[in-house]
């Protein structure tokens, strides 16, 4: 059984940054994909970026140019690094795992809050 550990949300100043970690426990592959979601109070969760296990990324467009997301095979690890934060980039942040071995199962991290004055 997987599990998915983040840490690294908080509440940081428009335009300041933080790096999200996830920590992932059992048997993971590197060919599985890694990534990130978000939700806003009251929206819907969306995907913000995602690495696959070719380390392929995709971002979504809001957050282009301004996150990066990598991960360490080694470490089992995933992280985003979030520059110029808005406002509008408040939610809770939950990391991902998508299994590349049938059934193609996803996992969940508790998620982290991040929080972003104006």
């Known amino acids: 059984q997987v599990q998915l550990v983040e840490s690294g949300g908080g509440l940081v100043q428009a335009g300041g940054s933080l790096r999200l970690s996830c920590a992932a426990s059992?048997?993971?592959?590197?060919?599985?994909?890694m990534g990130w979601y978000r939700q806003a109070p009251g929206k819907q969760r969306e995907l913000v970026a995602v690495?696959?296990?070719?380390?392929?990324?995709n971002y979504l467009d809001s957050v282009k140019g301004r996150f990066g997301i990598s991960r360490d095979n080694a470490k089992k690890a995933v992280y985003l690094q979030m520059n110029s934060l808005k406002p509008e980039d408040i939610a809770v942040y939950y990391c991902?795992?998508?299994?590349?071995?049938?059934?193609?199962?996803?996992?969940w991290g508790q998620g982290t809050q991040v929080t972003v004055s104006s």
């Open positions: 991902y795992l998508k299994s590349f071995l049938f059934p193609y199962k996803t996992y």
């Open positions: 059992g048997i993971i592959f590197s060919r599985d994909d």
């Open positions: 690495i696959s296990g070719g380390d392929t990324t």
